[in-house]
Structures are given as structure tokens and as C-alpha cells.
């Protein structure tokens, strides 16, 4: 799993030169709508579309957080709809929400960042790039 989607983000923020998850979107053609929804966000398939719905209550950090892990969706699991409810989706087992938090961290925190902090612990890291401890450990596995 790991492998394959540091593979999968290598090759888009590469082909796109950039890691920001809504100009990937963007480039791929995935619709996003930001507004008043009853969770963090949600990716839908749609009469062969890809749709991404985000809160609009959400800060810029999360707001950037919820994107990339519903873009990992799209992307890693096109055909499924999934809903990213904060506090529950981080602590899922689940192989599609593993997948999609592993997506959403690789995107999120490039290996620069890893290799210039590379003395700092997972707390220290949790703290500099402001991602749950949870998330850091996945990033670095």
C-alpha cells in the first residue's frame, strides 16, 4: 500500500508541480463545492463524475487536510463514496481510509520537510506541521 501511493503522489505533484490538493483537482477535473454539509467533507461518484464536497466551517489547514484526503479517494477509490468525519476517520481501520489519510499526508507533507526536520520526533513534527501525531506516524512508515 505505502509504496504504491507515495508512487501515486510522486506523480501527480510531479506532473502538476504542485502539492496543493485543489490545483490537482483542478487539473484532474474533479468538481469540488465548499458549503454547509453535515461532515468535514465527502467524495461522491457520480453519473461517471467526480464530485468533492467540503465544509465550509473548516479552516484553511483543515480545509487543505479534508481535500487531500477526499482527492486520495478519488483518485485511489473513484468508484466508492466516502465521508471524512473528523476524529473517526483518522482512527479507522478501514483500507479505503488508510489509504486516503496515506494519500493525504504523502501530499501534504513532502519529503523536503521530513528530510530538513530529520532529528525532530513525531511529537516535534506533529507540532511543526500542525497534522495529528496519527498522521505523521503513517507519513513516515
Not at 501511493?5 to 469540488?32: E, R
Not at 500542525?130 to 507519513?139: A, F, T, V
Amino acid at each position: 500500500m505505502n509504496e504504491r501511493i507515495k508512487k501515486i503522489v510522486a506523480y501527480y505533484t510531479k506532473k502538476f508541480d504542485t502539492h496543493n490538493p485543489f490545483k490537482i483537482a483542478d487539473a484532474l477535473g474533479i468538481l469540488y463545492q465548499i458549503g454547509d454539509i453535515g461532515c468535514d467533507g465527502c467524495y461522491m461518484f457520480l453519473k461517471n463524475h467526480r464530485y468533492i464536497f467540503l465544509n465550509q466551517d473548516l479552516s484553511e489547514h483543515d480545509m487543505d487536510l479534508v481535500m487531500a484526503h477526499e482527492l486520495g479517494h478519488a483518485i485511489l477509490h473513484r468508484k466508492q463514496n466516502c465521508y471524512f468525519i473528523r476524529n473517526k476517520t483518522l482512527l479507522l481501520n478501514s483500507k479505503t481510509e488508510r489509504e486516503a489519510n496515506k494519500f493525504a499526508i504523502e501530499l501534504l507533507v513532502p519529503n523536503e520537510i521530513i528530510l530538513e526536520n530529520w532529528q525532530y520526533t513525531i511529537s516535534q513534527l506533529s507540532r511543526l506541521t500542525d497534522y495529528d501525531e496519527k498522521l505523521i506516524k503513517l507519513r513516515l512508515q
